[in-house]
């Protein structure tokens, strides 16, 4: 059974710093460009930021682009996505997901429907 799990959510202050990681189980992440989305409350989920399946190219939404950073570990089989410089609107549910039906490149715009294999999602507050 594939199964995407998301960890390191929580609340963060205006300014502050939190780490997402997305661990692959039953599946190698290494041949796939993994995304990341998010869900805002009463909004439509959006695209963040993708990671190549070799790690030699990523893409940012303008909403991440200058204070998110991905990068992906082979050896962990692990996604990660860093947050810095968190704002109120960054308030979501953040999914990682993965293309399996590229060539290894993102496929910008980031769409739902280009993702096959989702996580189940990890909550990111931010507040004062």
């Known amino acids: 059974q594939v199964q995407l799990v998301e960890s390191g959510g929580g609340k963060a202050q205006p300014g502050g710093s939190l780490r997402l990681s997305c661990t692959a189980f039953?599946?190698?992440?290494?041949?796939?460009?993994i995304a990341w989305f998010r869900q805002a409350p009463g909004k439509e989920l959006e695209g963040v930021s993708c990671?190549?399946?070799?790690?030699?190219?990523?893409y940012y939404e303008d909403s991440g682009k200058g204070r998110f950073t991905i990068s992906r570990d082979s050896a962990k089989n692990s996604v990660f996505l860093q947050l810095n410089s968190l704002k109120p609107d960054d308030t979501a549910i953040y999914y990682c997901?993965?293309?399996?039906?590229?060539?290894?490149?993102?496929?910008?715009?980031?769409?739902?429907?280009?993702?096959?294999?989702w996580g189940q999602g990890a909550q990111v507050t931010v507040s004062s």
């Open positions: 997901a993965a293309d399996r039906g590229g060539s290894g490149i993102c496929r910008v715009p980031l769409l739902e429907s280009d993702h096959s294999y």
């Open positions: 039953g599946l190698t992440l290494d041949p796939y460009p």
């Open positions: 990671i190549s399946s070799r790690a030699d190219s990523t």
